[in-house]
């Protein structure tokens, strides 16, 4: 599966972003998909997941402001970022499991975030 995310950009405090992972090939429905971000100097962190089921996964500190959803129809895997902080700067990725724990990443979209 190959998976092109997009939806970055520039916004203040406290406004909000979405962010689209879309998914080429078949049975997108089968893979469970991830948000990453990763800041400047620091480790790559799970932001939020979803399995296939829809059952859903936030990092405390998305908890409430952020929401993952998936459109099998689509192929595509949002994150609906709300009330965001500058601490939320960073390029966020998305990946896919499969049911065999394959894993699949998509290149980066930047989110800035200024105060």
């Known amino acids: 599966v190959q998976l092109q995310a997009s939806g970055g950009g520039l916004v203040q405090a406290g406004g909000s972003l979405r962010l689209s992972c879309a998914a080429s090939g078949r049975t997108f429905s089968s893979y469970a998909m991830g948000w990453y971000r990763q800041a400047p100097g620091k480790q790559r962190e799970l932001v939020a997941s979803i399995t296939t089921g829809g059952n859903t996964n936030y990092a405390d500190f998305v908890k409430g402001r952020f929401t993952i959803s998936r459109d099998n129809t689509k192929n595509t895997v949002y994150l609906q970022m709300n009330s965001l902080k500058p601490e939320d700067t960073a390029v966020y990725s998305c990946?896919?499991?499969?049911?065999?724990?394959?894993?699949?990443w998509g290149q980066g979209t930047q989110v800035t975030v200024s105060s």
């Open positions: 990946s896919a499991v499969s049911t065999r724990r394959a894993r699949y």
